[in-house]
């Protein structure tokens, strides 16, 4: 786009008085193409200012896209919250952490009812081993559950659970009968102590995991979060501001050179008064 395009060419006479029926508007954006023809640095000034505003006008709709999806986003977050229980509160990874920590802590009860099957060192960890993996995965499976209403299934693995605390609890009083020497009372005692430990370690597992955030809302809150951290609006900002300046060193030169060129057939206030419109004509064309 030459310059001749976006002001229009002199009058015939090589001036530029106003013509008749001429608006200022338009008087003024083609009497300001004498000072960009006759400029570099007024022409630079108008391709950076432009080149500038284009940018920002741009990153501008960007963030606004954004800024609705950022609403769609919180909008998804609070319609999942109302599909969900309203206890479930505990951050997904944290719950999930805390819930594999007991399955951990549980390692010594379930390595002292592993000893009740009289294996050597290896195999009694390797079934210590299991015996945590499995009680961490009761703890998974009802949560799962409970959380898809399985009810038979949830029953099912609750009666299997009690029945394995029973055995252990019998295994380990067996174990400390007949290995410990102790009497039946004191090895009941602490059988019962033993086994009371995995089944709290597992029911407060059970109840950690049940009261996660769903992964429903998980997701939403994540996409959410990401939504917020493209950081659109900041991009946008700064680049307004760049263009702000740009348009500001533009209005000075146009300004300076207003001041030394009388308008013809133009108040001069009205002339100056236009410039700034003019500008921002001449900016988005």
Same mark, same amino acid.
């Given at each position: 786009?030459? *310059?001749?395009?976006?002001?229009?060419?002199?009058? /015939?006479?090589?001036?530029?008085?106003?013509?008749?029926?001429?608006?200022?508007? $338009?008087?003024?954006?083609?009497?300001?193409?004498?000072?960009?023809?006759? +400029?570099?640095?007024?022409?630079?000034?108008?391709?950076?200012?432009?080149?500038?505003?284009?940018?920002?006008?741009? %990153?501008?709709?960007?963030?606004?896209?954004?800024?609705?999806?950022?609403?769609?986003?919180? $909008?998804?977050?609070?319609?999942?919250?109302?599909?969900?229980? /309203?206890?479930?509160?505990?951050?997904?990874?944290?719950?999930?952490?805390?819930?594999?920590?007991?399955?951990?802590?549980?390692?010594? /009860?379930?390595?002292?009812?592993?000893?009740?099957?009289?294996?050597?060192?290896? +195999?009694?960890?390797?079934?210590?081993? *299991?015996?945590?993996?499995?009680?961490?995965?009761?703890?998974?499976?009802?949560?799962?559950?409970?959380?898809?209403?399985?009810?038979?299934?949830?029953?099912?693995?609750?009666?299997?659970?009690?029945?394995?605390?029973?055995?252990?609890?019998?295994?380990?009083?067996?174990?400390?009968?007949?290995?410990?020497?102790?009497? /039946?009372?004191?090895?009941?005692?602490?059988? *019962?102590?033993?086994?009371?430990?995995?089944? #709290? %370690?597992?029911?407060?597992?059970?109840? *950690?995991?049940?009261?996660?955030?769903?992964?429903?809302?998980?997701?939403?809150?994540?996409?959410?979060? $990401?939504?917020?951290?493209?950081?659109?609006?900041?991009?946008? $900002?700064?680049?307004?501001?760049? #263009?702000?300046?740009?348009?500001?060193?533009?209005?000075?030169?146009?300004?300076?050179?207003?001041? +030394?060129?009388?308008?013809?057939?133009?108040?001069?206030?009205?002339?100056?008064?236009?410039?700034?419109?003019?500008?921002?004509?001449?900016?988005?064309?």
């Amino acid at each position: 786009m030459t *310059l001749d395009t976006v002001t229009g060419p002199q009058d /015939p006479d090589g001036t530029l008085g106003v013509r008749s029926g001429e608006a200022p508007l $338009a008087y003024t954006i083609r009497a300001m193409g004498e000072l960009f023809s006759g +400029s570099s640095l007024a022409h630079e000034q108008l391709q950076d200012a432009r080149h500038d505003q284009a940018g920002a006008d741009r %990153l501008a709709l960007v963030a606004a896209r954004a800024a609705g999806d950022a609403a769609d986003a919180r $909008a998804r977050v609070t319609a999942a919250r109302h599909k969900v229980d /309203p206890h479930a509160e505990i951050g997904r990874g944290m719950g999930t952490g805390m819930a594999i920590t007991l399955a951990a802590l549980d390692a010594l /009860p379930a390595y002292w009812t592993a000893e009740a099957f009289g294996f050597d060192q290896i +195999s009694t960890l390797i079934l210590t081993v *299991l015996l945590c993996a499995a009680l961490g995965g009761a703890m998974w499976l009802l949560d799962l559950f409970a959380a898809r209403q399985h009810r038979t299934s949830f029953r099912l693995l609750a009666g299997l659970l009690c029945g394995g605390f029973g055995a252990m609890f019998l295994l380990r009083m067996d174990y400390l009968e007949v290995t410990g020497g102790w009497g /039946p009372l004191a090895a009941a005692l602490q059988a *019962l102590a033993l086994t009371a430990v995995s089944a #709290a %370690l597992v029911a407060v597992g059970y109840v *950690l995991l049940s009261n996660r955030v769903p992964k429903p809302v998980a997701d939403a809150e994540r996409q959410a979060r $990401a939504t917020i951290r493209a950081g659109a609006a900041g991009v946008a $900002a700064a680049a307004s501001a760049k #263009a702000a300046k740009s348009r500001a060193a533009l209005q000075d030169t146009v300004v300076t050179w207003a001041v +030394s060129h009388q308008p013809c057939g133009l108040e001069h206030d009205e002339f100056f008064a236009a410039l700034s419109e003019a500008i921002d004509v001449l900016l988005r064309r």
